[in-house]
């Protein structure tokens, strides 16, 4: 099983401040099948990028995915008071799917 | 508009069974794998297993934590996606989310969950 790992836990910032989310793979995968979602107290949770560097539809441009290999980050450029949140990275290959353990933005 | 609901949920005894329902809506739900993740109180997200659609085969594939107890199929005439829970632990207890699939793997669409409680 492939083992995703995210930095920091938390991460404590000031609206209008740059958030970024790293998300660390325990092998390589294809950034095709890489993921990264939103999850708002008492909400499901929302698809942000999908292949680690697409927005969803009706995704803000301040958000933005990178990476390859091993190594994914999700950057966001200008953090809004709705952006602070649980973010998820996840990846599918072999025809299994696992999750991060999440990184919670929080308000300074 | 695509929609997912699921129903279903509930509190049940360990070692008993539950069936969730997923009711589509807004898409061609034939056309779609359909998976079903889950979050236990306080907890990150932990997927459970899909549905490949019917152009794949219809096969499935799940966690290591359910498979054998789990099973997930569906039914293309209706938009129903299931998961049939069978053996439940007290560490089934968590939300239940239908997922919408994408061949990238990746969950376009999510459900607002469902809660299974799993206790004497």
């Known amino acids: 099983e492939i083992v995703l790992t995210q930095s920091p836990g938390t991460l404590s910032l000031s609206p209008g401040e740059r958030a970024t989310l790293s998300c660390r793979t325990s092998q390589r995968i294809s950034s095709s099948y890489f993921a990264w979602y939103q999850q708002k107290p008492g909400q499901a949770p929302r698809l942000l990028i999908y292949?680690?560097?697409n927005r969803a539809t009706d995704i803000p441009v301040r958000f933005s995915g990178s990476g390859s290999g091993t190594d994914f980050t999700l950057t966001i450029s200008r953090l809004e008071p709705e952006d602070f949140a649980v973010y998820y990275c996840q990846q599918y290959g072999s025809s299994s799917l696992t999750f991060g353990g999440g990184t919670k933005v929080e308000i300074k | 508009e695509v929609q997912l609901v699921e129903s279903g949920g509930g509190l049940v005894q360990p070692g008993r069974s539950l069936r969730l329902s997923c009711t589509a809506s807004g898409f061609t739900f034939g056309d779609y794998a359909m998976s079903w993740v889950r979050q236990a109180p306080g907890k990150g997200l932990e997927w459970v297993g899909f549905i490949r659609s019917k152009a794949y085969g219809g096969t499935t594939e799940y966690a290591a934590s359910v498979k054998g107890r789990f099973t997930i199929s569906r039914d293309d005439s209706k938009s129903i996606a299931y998961l049939q829970m069978n053996s439940l632990k007290t560490e089934d207890t968590a939300v239940y989310y239908c997922t919408r699939a994408s061949a990238g793997g990746y969950f376009d669409y999510w459900g607002q969950g469902t809660l299974v409680t799993v206790s004497s």
């Open positions: 292949g680690a560097s």
